[in-house]
């Protein structure tokens, strides 16, 4: 089980920005697909941005230009850099992982590299962080 926490959450008006911070507990020599994702009330799970260990990133077509993902040097914190946030990105955000110990790449099966990583392909998740954007 990968030790999972976030930070960085808040209000903000519509236009503003805001950075979450997720601090990853996991050995950085296994391959992982790690991203945010988000649930609205009501509304199921979606990915946000996805990264894999090779360094290659995703983004949902709703965030793409505004929302960068992106990991430290040593790996242990995965950060999203939201801008340009609108009303309709209010919502939990969830920092999630997938780790796979093999040697048959199947972190590239939870992280695509055409699309943002789908919620039922992530096996560890963090306690997440509210959102609130204001028109």
């Known amino acids: 089980q990968v030790q999972l926490a976030e930070s960085g959450g808040g209000s903000v008006e519509s236009g503003g920005s805001l950075k979450l911070s997720c601090t990853i507990a996991?050995?950085?020599?296994?391959?992982?697909?790690m991203g945010w994702f988000r649930q609205a009330p009501g509304k199921a799970r979606e990915g946000v941005a996805s990264?894999?260990?090779?360094?290659?990133?995703a983004y949902a077509d709703s965030v793409k230009g505004r929302f960068t993902i992106s990991l430290d040097n040593a790996e242990t914190t995965l950060i999203l850099q939201m801008n340009t946030l609108a009303p309709e990105d209010t919502a939990t955000y969830y920092c999630?992982?997938?780790?796979?110990?093999?040697?048959?790449?199947?972190?590239?099966?939870?992280?695509?590299?055409?699309?943002?990583?789908?919620?039922?392909?992530?096996?560890?998740w963090g306690q997440g962080t509210q959102v609130i954007v204001s028109s």
């Open positions: 999630g992982v997938t780790v796979d110990p093999t040697e048959f790449q199947l972190y590239r099966t939870a992280c695509p590299r055409d699309r943002v990583a789908s919620p039922h392909r992530i096996g560890n």
């Open positions: 996991e050995n950085s020599d296994r391959h992982y697909c």
């Open positions: 990264i894999d260990s090779d360094g290659f990133s």
